[in-house]
């Protein structure tokens, strides 16, 4: 963003919710996220700078690069409310020694029943765990949007967060075993 109106307005250093003109909030407009993007991507993108210095080239890509990678991560509602946890002081991604014990014996559970159901190579019980998974997984992203924008509890949402991290890595272990057992059949 080469002008001095872009460069009083944002900064590479700005957190993407600054970036795109946005409220710091777990809830987003996609719409208004969607304008903001293409607006950005098209004063950023490398081609307008093709007969600008090497150093204005460098920092529209730069700029293109920052863009993208914060649409990426705002466009996520997952990774949205990590990157929400983060600015707040908290890591989801760090140590999971605080998770609640109901969490932890879940994921046993679901562990135990993969294991179980992927043995019997049950495809209709593998299709339910799977979605009982998701709709726990939607009930988390309820749950993290109030931390979030209603109390504004950075370690309650980071709780969350850790818990949509291993239901998101585990969705995928699941599918992957039914996409096998399917393919089997």
């Not at 250093?13 to 903001?36: H, Y």
């Not at 014990?101 to 209709?124: D, F, G, S, V």
């Amino acid at each position: 963003m080469t002008n001095s109106a872009n460069k009083s307005a944002i900064k590479l250093s700005d957190n993407d919710f600054e970036i795109f003109g946005l409220p710091c909030q777990f809830a987003l407009d996609s719409a208004a996220l969607s304008a903001s993007y293409l607006r950005l991507q098209s004063q950023t993108h490398p081609d307008r700078f093709a007969n600008s210095s090497a150093q204005e080239k460098r920092l529209a890509v730069q700029w293109a690069t920052r863009v993208n990678e914060a649409y990426k991560r705002l466009q996520n509602p997952m990774e949205r409310a990590i990157y929400w946890c983060e600015l707040n002081g908290e890591s989801p991604r760090g140590q999971q020694s605080n998770l609640p014990p109901t969490l932890l014996m879940q994921q046993m559970e679901w562990r135990e029943a993969l294991e179980e159901i992927y043995a019997a190579r049950n495809i209709e019980a593998l299709e339910n765990l799977l979605d009982e998974v998701t709709a726990e997984k939607k009930r988390c992203l309820s749950l993290i949007a109030q931390q979030i924008d209603s109390d504004k509890n950075a370690r309650a949402a980071n709780t969350t967060a850790q818990a949509l991290l291993f239901i998101d890595k585990f969705m995928i272990e699941l599918t992957k075993k039914l996409e096998q057992l399917e393919d089997a059949s």
